[in-house]
């Protein structure tokens, strides 16, 4: 199923109504096209498949780590529609000298930061995408996140990061899974 504005729009009006506020009131009239858009482009990667940035690579010769670390993004907790938002550091080892376009990881971690999210499953899905096209030796993503669930409201813990990781292949033992956390965080700390 593809975006839908029309029922976006009015979904977005019965909530205005629901909470308490008059959408026929003039700073509220476009209301409920301007979030449908939004919405659109928050959950953007609803409607791509974002390990096919992962099907255009080339030949370097090279089997040494590459790591593209402070991608920045932004994502949409499934449990409360409330943003998370902060870095991923993307690592790979590749195997028989297949390398992918740096900006593809970004692209990989956009695409699935854009959808109704839990930051581990998001987390996994961009680990597992390097491993089905590319079929590197080792893999290793890790996300920090500042949850608004966790900061405007709820528990309210301002300053609150979660860290995950997914490692695969030759990268899944604990002294990678150290060394990593040192290489993108350390300097951050
Ligand atoms: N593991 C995980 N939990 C998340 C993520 N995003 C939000 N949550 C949590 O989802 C949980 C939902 O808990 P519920 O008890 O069903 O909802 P709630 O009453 O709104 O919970 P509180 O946030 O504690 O007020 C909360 O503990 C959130 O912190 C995420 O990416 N991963
Ligand atoms: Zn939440």
């Known amino acids: 199923m593809s975006f839908n504005q029309r029922a976006a729009e009015a979904a977005v009006r019965d909530l205005l109504i629901a909470v308490g506020e008059d959408p026929e009131r003039?700073?509220?009239?476009?209301?409920?096209?301007?979030?449908?858009?939004?919405?659109?482009?928050?959950?953007?990667?609803?409607?791509?498949d974002p390990a096919k940035h992962l099907?255009?690579?080339?030949?370097?010769?090279?089997?040494?780590?590459?790591l593209v670390r402070d991608i920045e993004f932004h994502s949409v907790c499934e449990h409360h529609?409330?943003?998370f938002h902060g870095?991923?550091?993307?690592?790979?080892?590749?195997?028989?000298?297949?390398?992918?376009?740096?900006s593809k990881l970004a692209r990989v971690v956009e695409g699935?930061?854009?959808?109704?999210?839990?930051?581990?499953?998001?987390?996994?899905q961009i680990a597992q995408a390097l491993v089905e096209k590319l079929n590197p030796q080792g893999v290793c993503v890790i996300m920090e996140a500042e949850h608004l669930c966790m900061t405007m409201r709820g528990i309210r813990k301002t300053g609150a990061t979660t860290v995950t990781s997914k490692?695969?292949?030759?990268?899944?033992?604990?002294?990678?899974?150290?060394e990593m956390m040192t290489l993108v965080m350390g300097g951050n700390r």
């Open 112 to 124: 699935y930061a854009r959808r109704p999210q839990v930051q581990e499953r998001l987390t996994t």
């Open 87 to 102: 870095r991923a550091h993307v690592a790979y080892i590749p195997r028989d000298n297949k390398v992918t376009g740096l």
């Open 26 to 48: 003039e700073g509220l009239l476009e209301t409920p096209a301007r979030v449908a858009r939004a919405w659109k482009e928050l959950l953007s990667g609803l409607d791509e």
């Open 167 to 178: 490692l695969c292949g030759v990268m899944n033992n604990s002294a990678t899974r150290q």
């Open 55 to 66: 099907e255009k690579h080339f030949t370097v010769e090279t089997d040494e780590m590459v």
């Open 81 to 83: 529609l409330l943003p």
